[in-house]
T-cell receptor, first 112, second 110 residues
Framework: EPEVTQTPSHQVTQMGQEVILRCVPI?????FYWYRQILGQKVEFLVS????????KSEIFDDQFSVERPDGSNFTLKIRSTKLEDSAMYFC??????????FGPGTRLTVT | QKEVEQDPGPLSVPEGAIVSLNCTYS??????FMWYRQYSRKGPELLMY????GNKEDGRFTAQVDKSSKYISLFIRDSQPSDSATYLC??????????FGKGTTLSVSS
């Protein structure tokens, strides 16, 4: 069964460093998402991406964040200058034309 | 008032029990209602979703939506230890972003 994959599974970085989180969505899906989950809190929407552009973003998704689909398979989230409060699980999700979103296993980002 | 409220539990039941998990919401614009299961440090796994008021059944799981009360439920019949996880409700209004509840932690003991 096809699934969303994410790399790395765990990333440790120092405050102020740039990180890139990578995702490979399910191959025939058209819509791509990033969510995050701070430990003990709810899953929060960051951004959605369709047809090579951002279609929706939350207040969390400020100028420090960017997304890209550099080729036909990868979907990336870049955090330009990480802060301690960026420590969280980051989930990529994708969906076909219907509303159901399928999530990857997540990348645990630890900012020290 | 939070958009989506979900009692975090924990909820502990014996194997074979019927489990009822619930969420309330405040925004009548929500159109799709989803239930996800999340194991510790893993990604949410979609269980089922509904569009309108009423019931939807899939095996041991039944999702129920009452739009007039802004209340959704997930029932698990004949619960198993493998059902032990955190259950997240999520909803979509305009656009496609999922708005999640905080999740209810369920423990099924054998």
């Amino acid at each position: 069964e096809p699934e969303v994959t994410q790399t790395p599974s765990h990333q440790v970085t120092q405050m102020g460093q740039e990180v890139i989180l990578r995702c490979v969505p399910i191959s025939n899906h058209l819509y791509f998402y990033w969510y995050r989950q701070i430990l003990g809190q709810k899953v929060e929407f960051l951004v959605s991406f369709y047809n090579n552009e951002i279609s929706e973003k939350s207040e969390i998704f400020d100028d420090q964040f960017s997304v890209e689909r550099p080729d036909g398979s990868n979907f990336t989230l870049k955090i330009r200058s990480t802060k301690l409060e960026d420590s969280a699980m980051y989930f990529c999700a994708s969906r076909p034309t219907g509303p159901e979103q399928y999530f990857g296993p997540g990348t645990r980002l630890t900012v020290t | 008032q939070k958009e989506v409220e979900q009692d975090p539990g924990p909820l502990s039941v014996p194997e074979g029990a019927i489990v009822s998990l619930n969420c309330t919401y405040s925004n009548s614009a929500f159109q799709y209602f989803m239930w996800y299961r999340q194991y510790s440090r893993k990604g949410p796994e979609l269980l089922m979703y509904t569009y309108s008021s009423g019931n939807k059944e899939d095996g041991r799981f039944t999702a129920q939506v009452d739009k007039s009360s802004k209340y959704i439920s997930l029932f698990i019949r004949d619960s198993q230890p493998s059902d032990s996880a955190t259950y997240l409700c999520a909803m979509i209004r305009a656009g496609t972003a999922l708005i999640f509840g905080k999740g209810t932690t369920l423990s099924v003991s054998s």
